[in-house]
């Protein structure tokens, strides 16, 4: 296992590599959402199938908003900004323009606005938001230690340093149109 700054998750970003890194509950997993690439290399890793879809991570509303399709967005962007303010994923109208590797084999996008300070750091410097999925085997627990990201995975992978947040669970995801919380803890 190696322990990386900010700046080289970046690098590695960019060279279609996957990073983990700590997020507000368990370590996350992610990667350039348009790189085809690098979304394929999570899903073999983490042994997924690709229906399932992705969630993106960023740090403002600005970096994911070209993802949103709003003429099907039933809820006002106040509405919007409210769920994001406690850590809620949200299930938005994904644009056509939306590569499938992303939304698996929904018509909708997941989106989390984050205030962790990791993931903040490495959305600003990469430019753009990044895959957020949980570092885990399908299956299995998603690790909470550095002693469980290398059991599931073993010692050739790139941490971001850093600390958990102090949430005990992963987001909840709700569904902006609906208003129906698909995973609420």
């Known amino acids: 296992m190696m322990l990386i700054s900010i700046r080289k998750s970046i690098q590695l970003l960019k060279n279609e590599h996957m990073i983990f890194y700590p997020t507000e509950s368990v370590f996350g997993l992610g990667c350039d959402p348009e790189n085809e690439n690098a979304v394929h290399k999570v899903l073999f890793i983490k042994n997924r199938n690709i229906n399932k879809g992705f969630i993106l991570v960023s740090h403002n509303y600005n970096q994911v908003e070209h993802y949103i399709e709003y003429s099907r967005l039933k809820i006002c962007k106040q509405q919007l900004f409210s769920y994001w303010k406690n850590m809620n994923t949200v299930l938005l109208p994904s644009k056509n323009s939306v590569p499938y590797w992303i939304t698996g084999s929904s018509n909708l996008i997941a ?75």
């Open 111 to 185: 989106i989390r606005i984050s205030k962790h300070s990791v993931i903040k750091s490495i959305c600003i410097r990469f430019g753009k938001p990044i895959i957020s999925t949980s570092a885990n085997i399908s299956g299995k627990s998603p690790c909470k230690t550095l002693l469980e990201l290398k059991e599931q995975f073993g010692n050739t992978i790139n941490i971001v340093r850093g600390s958990l947040g102090k949430n005990k669970n992963p987001s909840n995801i709700i569904n902006a149109n609906t208003q129906e919380y698909i995973r609420y803890e």
